[in-house]
Structures are given as C-alpha cells and as structure tokens.
C-alpha cells in the first residue's frame, strides 16, 4: 500500500504535494452506482476525462525528459521496461476493480504511442544538436 501524495483542497484541485502539480476537477455529483439517468453518467464521464487528460500530460512530460536523457537511440524502447509498467499496472488495476481487458490494451496503445513520441522528441533534438 503506497502512501497518498495528493491533497485536496478546498476549490476541489488535487495537489500533489511532491510535484506541486495541480488536477483541476470539477466536483464529483454522484458515484456510478447513485447515477440515475445518462445525464448523471456523461457528466461525470466528462469529468473524468479532462482529469486523464490532465494526468496524461504530465506523464507525457517525462517521456520527453526520457528522450533527453537516454543516450542511445536504441535505449528508447526498452521491452523489460514495458512489461514492468504494465505488470505494476495489472496490479493496481485489480486492487481498484479496473478490468485487465481494459486496462492492459490501454496501457499498451499509451505505451506505444509514448514511444513514437520518444523517438521524435529524441531525433528532434538530437538534430538540434547538429552544428551545421
Ligand atoms: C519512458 C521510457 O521509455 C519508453 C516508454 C515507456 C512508457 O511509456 O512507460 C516504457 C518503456 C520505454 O520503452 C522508459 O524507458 O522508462
């Protein structure tokens, strides 16, 4: 069990309180089994993506620190790496009942698609590297 990092405060953002990022969230109406009509369903369905939304950017924002810090083109896919984050993530799925039929192609696609943006932010700055 991992310690919590983040602190709500009282306009309804989540701090975390090591990175400082901020999650705005709109507050949360009703949970899924108090939800009554698809009105109830899409507003908070919509709520919760702008929160991934803003969760994914920042985990895109290391796979750019990523593409800075490896040394070697070769290094951007890491397979071992791969399966590490998806095993964590099969774990903390089922402690929080997220389907692994969801939760593991998901994770692939987002991994994937981190990597093709690895590759670009890494040869877009090697380039820049060039002295011409
Ligand atoms: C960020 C990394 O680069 C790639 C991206 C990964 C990810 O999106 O989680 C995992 C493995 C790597 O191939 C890494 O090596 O950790």
Redesign the pocket.
Known sequence: MSKSTSQSASDGSDTNHITGETYNSDPRKKTGPECESMTDVRYEIDRIDRLLVEILAERTT??KA?SRI?PDRE?????P??ED?VAKVLAHSKEHNLPAEIADPVWRL??ER??AY?YSSYDALKDSDIDN
């Open positions: 290391y796979i990523a490896k290094m951007v896919r890491d397979v790496r791969i984050v987002l991994i981190s990597i690895e």
